[in-house]
Nanobody, 119 residues
Framework: VQLQASGGGLVQAGGSLRLSCAAS????????MGWYRQAPGKQRELLAA???????NYADSVKGRFTMSRDNAKNTVYLQMNSLKPEDTAVYYC??????????????WGQGTQVTVSS
């Protein structure tokens, strides 16, 4: 399974970006997906997660500003980011995880896409 994240860039504070994460392979539809970010000198943090059924959860830091969605027909998840702040500057990663079988877990990461928010 390969995950390809895209959509990052430079945006002014208050602006918007939409990140995409395209997954190869046949496990996408049964995978739970997550968006994480890591700023310099900080730990990687979970921002948003979506289950295989489409249910979502968000970190308090992005709740109300970011929206995660998935399109199973395109094997893609999205992160719509609105009202961006300079503190949202980080490398953003997508993740896919689940179980091949009862005892065989999988956990895949994309390569990351840089988001820079200028003040």
């Amino acid at each position: 399974v390969q995950l390809q994240a895209s959509g990052g860039g430079l945006v002014q504070a208050g602006g918007s970006l939409r990140l995409s994460c395209a997954a190869s392979g046949s496990i996408f539809r049964r995978s739970a997906m997550g968006w994480y970010r890591q700023a310099p000198g900080k730990q990687r943090e979970l921002l948003a997660a979506i289950s295989s059924g489409g249910g979502t959860n968000y970190a308090d830091s992005v709740k109300g500003r970011f929206t995660m969605s998935r399109d199973n027909a395109k094997n893609t998840v999205y992160l719509q980011m609105n009202s961006l702040k300079p503190e949202d500057t980080a490398v953003y990663y997508c993740n896919a995880h689940g179980y091949y079988s009862v005892e065989q877990k999988y956990d895949y990461w994309g390569q990351g896409t840089q988001v820079t928010v200028s003040s």
